[in-house]
């Protein structure tokens, strides 16, 4: 993780980890709980992208872990997810990097889908499973919040240089 | 990769995580303060802003209806000491008061998909885990993950829970299931022909040793005799003001666990202090 001797800014990306942590249980009105992004996985997504030597599958998995815990879910299963997640976008940080914002965000709604997809599996497994079509809202909202969270997670890397 | 399976499987069948939970749950805890203070700011907005005429009101409704209360309360006392002294004569024992805790909810979002809260009280204060909660108005769930400071608990109507319950009126016993949906439970399986009716209160049966006895649960709203069916389909309403109360109770029992009927006996008549 550190074949890079000048990386700093460890703490901007904690805090970018936190700010998505707290946004996933901010509360909102019931309606709206359905259509809430999956800000911790864009915040890792965008991560794994742009600074693939530092966060990684150990990132992914330990914030996974966190999230268990605030949800209260099965401890690992969002471990699990956001630990492929991470890989995946490890693997494709080269092509991702390139492509257009749109295309980017199309990416990322096969992403978050295939994190809720492991989720569902693994819940179906344990007997938690709610097959509802609302249940992928979170992997449409992610796509189209992802333009925003792209531009401001760049704008706010450049600023405090984290590299 | 196999080290989370083996984290699932664990945390699936067996308790041992408990305290890794807990741990954790610490970490969690400052962030789940920080997201909770949008509502808590609305909170304070909103009493900030009440009118100096509203506040009078509302604390003259407050008192009428705290004398009302005393005043049932007066006939409680001598209903509660006749009745341990019939309980006496019948040598019958029953815990009949339980001590409370006071605890707030913190105003966080959980996976929308269950019903669960999360509570500012922890292993501190001894919670422990399926401890019942309650409000004012019934019962509300009990106590699944109790963290050092914080706990998260399950309410009666998260799909995957379920209440051993009594029907007021006749004392009918029969269970209690959680839907997922806001305030609405199911009484899954009582036959056609069973005695109940629209309006009819759910209290707890105290089987199953985990909730108290005689706390409402839910109101009976709608009842679905299909001929077709072995069993009746009845929805209930939670009493419980679930999606509302922001100051929950808990009950600390003591001892709750369900007696063998030989060990109930040997220990009444060997003592008859109660």
């Known amino acids: 993780m550190n074949n890079k001797p000048a990386s700093h800014g460890g703490i901007v990306i904690l805090l970018s980890f936190a700010i998505a942590l707290i946004l996933c249980m901010v509360q909102i009105p019931d309606y709206l709980k359905m259509y809430r992004p999956e800000f911790v996985t864009l915040i890792l997504i965008y991560w794994c992208i742009a600074l693939p030597h530092r966060v990684g599958i150990l990132t992914g998995w330990s914030v996974g872990f966190l ?15 956001l630990a492929i997640t991470a890989y995946l976008a490890y693997k494709l940080h080269a092509r991702i990097r390139l492509y257009p914002l749109l295309q980017q965000s199309l990416i990322i709604l096969l992403l978050v889908t295939l994190s809720q997809m492991l989720i569902l599996w693994i819940n179906g497994i344990s007997g938690h499973a709610h097959g509802n079509w609302s249940y992928w809202m979170p992997a449409l909202s992610s796509m189209f919040s992802w333009p925003w969270i792209f531009y401001l997670m760049r704008t706010i890397r450049r600023m405090y240089g984290v590299n | ?89 019948l040598k019958s024992s029953r815990k009949l008061k339980d001590q409370m805790l006071i605890a707030e909810t913190i105003a966080v979002d959980l996976d929308p998909y269950k019903r669960q809260i999360v509570i500012n009280k922890g292993q501190r204060h001894s919670i422990y885990a399926g401890q019942p909660i309650l409000d004012a108005y019934g019962i509300m769930g009990q106590v699944i993950h109790p963290g050092i400071v914080s706990s998260s608990a399950i309410l009666i109507t998260d799909p995957s829970h379920a209440i051993p319950v009594q029907i007021n009126r006749n004392g009918l016993r029969t269970v209690l299931y959680g839907t ?94 109660e």
Do not use: C
Request: aromatic share 6%; hydrophobic share 40%; proline share 4%.
């Open chain 1, 67 to 81: 999230l268990d815990i605030q949800m209260d879910s099965l401890l690992g299963l969002h471990a699990v997810a």
């Open chain 2, 1 to 89: 990769m196999v080290f989370s399976i083996i984290l699932l499987i664990t945390d699936h069948h067996t308790n041992m995580l408990r305290n890794v939970r807990s741990f954790f749950n610490l970490i969690i805890y400052p962030l789940q303060t920080i997201a909770s203070t949008p509502a808590n700011i609305g909170i304070w907005l909103n009493e900030q802003l009440d009118s100096h005429q509203s506040l009078i009101t509302e604390n003259e409704s407050y008192r009428t209806n705290n004398l009302l209360l005393k005043a049932q309360l007066q006939k409680f006392t001598s209903l509660q000491a006749e009745n341990i002294r019939l309980r006496s004569l």
């Open chain 2, 180 to 273: 997922g949906a806001a305030n609405y439970l199911e009484v899954q399986n009582l036959p056609n022909n069973a005695d109940i009716e629209l309006g009819d209160l759910l209290i707890t049966s105290g089987l199953g040793g985990r909730f108290p006895e005689g706390y409402p649960v839910a109101k009976v709203i709608n009842i679905i005799r299909d001929p077709g069916q072995p069993f009746a389909k009845v929805i209930a309403e939670a009493t419980a003001h679930l999606e509302q109360s922001r100051e929950v109770l808990l009950v600390m029992a003591q001892e709750n666990k369900p007696q063998l009927l030989s060990e109930q006996i040997t220990k009444e008549s060997g003592s008859s202090d």
